[in-house]
């Protein structure tokens, strides 16, 4: 007989591999299977690149420190070692990753609330939040990050510094998948402290560096630098943005995290604002709970949240592609947001009578966001697929293979054109990052590389080189979508070669 908890984690497990399958299936039969970001080829690039030639780098004999996630580029490594089918084994790592969320959101419920049941509604809202499954066929890592976080987070909470090892370990491998997972160790490590546990805290760090060192000291022998050339070029080429007041920041990215639409204040992207005030109640409760025990407890996983969005308030307020850097705590957002409306209605006759009121209003929302999310993602892969990926087809077809081509998104371009590559967005090119904020000196600077080849891209023209005398336009992609945004199609420009 299955046991109801195992009956739970089924149910959770069904429907996430569902969801994921039907996002996939639609946008491959609108423009064949494909990630709705470019990022995601970085990956298959770098993974592809180190099983084909053994060194790790995205052009190949030109080792580079381009990966803001290492876990995540060398799980994907079995599909190059034994043949299979990239893009299906993707798809399948971040179905799984959909899964083990759910699953990580049910041991945090209980966790928190070990005498309430209801778990599998917390599992089930997570793996029903469509902006999570469209991150599942993103070909990111964004998944695995939340899904080992929050299982870290329940950890700590169920047995605290009786699982040092497993929370040291599990946090180094955090911050393998992404820097940003730094923040819950120190949290971790603050928590430890609470409990004046020293050796349990000594034994997490000790164990939190094993898996880093290899990882710094490959960074440190490519680049210089301890952190990955993206984490730099990324604030790099959004600094404008830091001109806006810190508060603003904030606000604005904690709101598109709780739900809020990428721009303006009015509406929702997500069923998951109807749980702000449910979110705002459980907030106070867990304060409450950790001033009583003089300890952090209840509050850590919301830390973790908060601290995640102030830090990209901080150094990378940007909100674009659905919040996609927001996603990996939305999570939290969600276990805690139900939880609190569970409380403000309390256990009365009339109250369990709202409470299936507000869960099926709460579903109907989910579920109408869900079929919506799906047309998003299909847009999404339809973009790259039809800008980034044709771009980086024609290259392959029309170029020369030692022809060094300046590009802004270098992905696909990666994947399928195999050129030697000038990364004007810095990721694999870090010589690029202080020159993102002056479009003349990156101009000089891509004339005095000798780049053959110039790839602009949606929002990128480059006008500085393009309108130049002696640069030819010989390819654009001219798909009318893009267009539809205002912004400007991919194109490819021969550069006049200098003297």
Known sequence: MIRPLARAHGVVAGVALV?????VALSAAMDGPGFPLDDGWIHQTYARNLVRDGSWAFVPGAPSAGSTSPLWTLLLLPAYLLGLPPLAWTFALGALALVWAGWASMALWTALWPERGESVLAGLAVVLSWPLVWAAGSGMET????ALGLHLAAAYLHAGPRYEAWLGLGSGL?????????????LLAAGFASRRAWRGLAVMLLLALLPLLPYFALNLSLSGQLWPNTLYAKQAEYAALL???????LLRLLYVSAGGPESGWRGMSGARLLLLPGLLWAAYGAARADCRARRLGHLLPLLWAGGHVAAYALRLPVTYQHGRYLLGIVPVWIVYGLSGWALLLG??????????????????????????GAQAYGTDVAFIQ??????AHWLRENTEPDALVAAHDIGAIGYYGERPLLDL?????????PLLDDEAAMADYVRQSRARYL???????????TGAPGATLLYTTAYEWTREQGINNMAVYRLPVQE
């Open 19 to 23: 969801a994921t399958a039907f996002y």
């Open 143 to 146: 998944l695995l990050f939340a």
């Open 174 to 186: 955090l911050i393998l998948v992404r820097p940003e997972g730094l923040i819950l160790l120190l």
């Open 243 to 249: 001109q806006q007041p810190l508060w603003q920041r």
């Open 347 to 372: 256990k009365s006759r009339q109250a369990r009578l709202l409470r299936r009121a507000g869960a099926l209003s709460y579903a109907t929302v989910a579920l109408l966001f869900l079929f919506l």
């Open 386 to 391: 039809n800008e980034m990926v044709a771009t």
């Open 425 to 433: 967005a810095g990721l694999v090119s870090p010589e690029i990052v």
């Open 455 to 465: 790839v602009t891209a949606p929002g990128w023209p480059y006008s500085s080189l």
